[in-house]
């Protein structure tokens, strides 16, 4: 798979890819506060004067666990009085290095609120985007999917089961909510 990306893809995003796929993160729930201190100041470094070092990000983003990383972003907004990673991201980076730094973060803050609007988004407008909600629902179905409906119920006054059945049909429909779980089964 690792050389599929190589010969698909390039540049930064490359690397993104290829490091993400190396599986050298650590996955523990472990957080190192001055190893978190040097990260946030090594983001900053790597982005002052001309081009940014983009060596740091993608090893930061790809070897430190979730837990660290949350608090790597909280303490670069501290030490940059206010000014968010993203915000950082945003003002380095382009085209889909971008995104995929931008989307990285939204998963390390916080899952479920990435989900919901993702499954938002593959409803909206005219068509749905049936790839995507038939990944999510069935990957994240024994892992926190009733997070994520209880999320997208608040966030967009609506029933995920409801959203699901004004965009689908048939046994298609029937079988999203069916793996949606009791709380979906609104027929």
Known sequence: MEAEVSDDLSGDLKHFMVSLMSAGR????????????????DLYEASIGPGTTESVFNSIFNLRNPYHLREVFDSYQD?????????????EFSGKIKNAYLT?????????VFYAERLHDAMQGGGTDDGTLMQIIVTRSEVDLQDIAEYYAIKYEKP???AIA??????????????????GETE
């Open 26 to 41: 650590d996955e523990s729930k472990d957080i190192d506060f001055e190893l978190v201190k040097t990260d946030a100041q």
């Open 166 to 183: 004004d965009d689908t049909s048939g046994d298609y429909r029937k079988i999203l909510i069916r793996i949606l779980g009791p709380s």
């Open 104 to 112: 990285t973060v939204k998963i390390i803050r916080n899952i479920v």
């Open 79 to 91: 030490m940059c009085d206010g000014k968010t990673v993203e915000e950082l991201i945003e003002s």
């Open 160 to 162: 995920l089961s409801d």
